[in-house]
């Protein structure tokens, strides 16, 4: 069966220092990988997503970036942390395929960030 | 934009009542997606329908779609205090996911 796993579970950073999130999918090849944000009490904000390794598209400008170096492996970066950056962190991944597709999305437990 | 907007924002019920929360987008979708979220957790899928679909369900979920009204609704009868968690539509096309801002709901027991 398909896991996903993120970490850490909480962090705590000052603003300006860079920022490591990282998420890893077990037991499927080549899905795609997304990272959102999520404010307190809102919905999610998709900030990027993976069809595949070295394939990465932001869809929302701003200091954080993200990397696929492995099939299963999504980090979400940034070199200075701002206060906004504060926010629940939430990494998932989907099978594959077109537009008739089942595509549901199995979520990780997500990362608790507060920037100081 | 494509975002889904659910409403109302919270809900309170009592347990055992029914509860109805409804999610409008504004786009053409390949399918829409309710999620649940306990607090400060990942989200768990609860039920998929196609955009060819108007109607489907799981065990104490319904959820119907109208696409000439780009609205779906989901329903959880009989609900429990268990039920408490906010509940997001997500509306997909190709391989993006938008999600709604959520409905809270709260099941009083």
């Known amino acids: 069966s398909q896991t996903i796993h993120q970490w850490p579970a909480t962090l705590v950073q000052p603003v300006g220092s860079p920022l490591s999130l990282e998420c890893t999918v077990e037991g499927t090849s080549n899905p795609n990988l997304y990272w959102y944000r999520q404010a307190a009490g809102r919905g999610l904000q998709l900030l990027f997503y993976s069809v595949g390794i070295g394939q990465i598209s932001s869809e929302v400008p701003q200091n954080l970036s993200a990397s696929r170096p492995q099939d299963r492996q999504f980090i979400l970066s940034s070199k200075k942390l701002l206060l906004s950056d504060s926010g629940f962190y939430l990494c998932a991944w989907s099978p594959i395929g077109g537009l008739s597709s089942y595509n549901e999305q199995f979520f990780g437990p997500g990362t608790r960030l507060t920037v100081l | 934009s494509q975002q889904g907007e659910e409403d109302p924002q919270a809900l309170s019920i009592q347990e055992g009542e029914n509860a109805t929360m409804n999610c409008s987008y504004k786009t053409s979708i390949n399918n829409l997606q309710w999620y649940r979220q306990n607090s400060g957790r990942g989200l768990v899928h609860l039920i998929l329908i196609r955009s060819n679909e108007r109607e489907k369900h799981s065990g104490r979920l319904r959820v119907t779609l109208d696409t000439s009204k780009k609205s779906s609704s989901l329903l959880i009868t009989a609900s429990r205090a268990a039920d408490t968690a906010s509940y997001f539509c997500?509306?997909?096309?190709?391989?993006?996911?938008?999600f709604g801002p959520g409905t809270r709901l709260s099941v009083l027991p």
């Open positions: 997500a509306t997909s096309y190709g391989q993006n996911f938008v």
